[in-house]
């Protein structure tokens, strides 16, 4: 299983500020995830962190908004821009491995609160 | 849309119970489908990987199965514990990018001592 430190833990910002969050696995991997948890409601993909080339963004989230870095295979940041209370969620990274490659596994989420 | 559904949403039970939660899919094409438990704030954790080929997966006291046919799976849990209370997710992997998951809703579950 992949070990993946999130930080930070939690935060509570101010409304119009940015504020990023690391995700660092403990081994190298090729995809990592990011997904946003709105309070009561289940996970949402973000984008995938490409190493070496832009984000691939899911519809309704936009680069300008959910800025990504991934300048390594072991580490990737999402930047939460402009924030506003409706931004006000769990963010969490995540990737494949395993022997298949296939189980998902998740750090342990960034908690985000916007007032 | 691929919508995957959990029923219940909330459910509670004393101490040493069996139990079942339910998943189901509107699209039928079954990808990996994975269970995941999170506690209160916290990240996800990885209960049970089925694989497409598979019908079932075991640990300890978690039983996982998955009907394609149907485009349903089950999570059964024996003799539960307080430990086990938590929200209990299913997620089944998109057509095409099998490591993009889609979430249900999550069951709650309360183990009541």
């Known amino acids: 299983s992949a070990v993946i430190s999130q930080k930070p833990s939690r935060d509570i910002c101010q409304r119009g500020t940015s504020l990023t969050i690391q995700c660092q696995v403990d081994?190298?991997?090729?995809?990592m995830f990011w997904y946003r948890q709105q309070p009561g409601q289940s996970l949402t993909l973000i984008a995938t962190a490409n190493q070496g080339s832009e984000a691939t963004y899911e519809s309704g989230f936009v680069i300008d908004k959910f800025p990504i870095s991934r300048p390594n295979l072991t580490f990737s940041t999402l930047t939460v821009s402009n924030m506003s209370p409706e931004d006000s969620s769990i963010y969490l990274c995540?990737?494949?491995?395993?022997?298949?490659?296939?189980?998902?596994?998740f750090g342990e989420g960034s908690w985000l609160t916007v007032v | 849309k691929q919508e995957v559904t959990q029923i219940p949403a909330a459910l509670s039970v004393p101490e040493g119970e069996n139990l079942v939660l339910n998943c189901s899919f509107t699209?039928?094409?079954?990808?990996?489908l994975q269970w995941f438990r999170q506690d209160p704030g916290k990240g996800l954790t990885s209960l049970l990987l089925i694989q497409s080929s598979q019908r079932e997966q075991t640990s300890g006291r978690l039983n996982a199965s998955l009907d394609k046919s149907s485009g349903r799976s089950t999570l059964y849990i024996a003799a539960s514990q307080p430990g086990d209370s938590a929200t209990y997710l299913c997620?089944?992997?998109?057509?095409?990018?099998?490591?993009?998951?889609?979430f249900g809703t999550g069951t709650l579950l309360a183990v009541q001592p």
């Open positions: 997620s089944k992997g998109r057509g095409g990018a099998t490591n993009k998951l889609i």
């Open positions: 995540s990737t494949p491995t395993g022997s298949s490659g296939n189980t998902i596994y």
């Open positions: 699209d039928s094409a079954i990808y990996n």
């Open positions: 081994s190298q991997v090729t995809m």
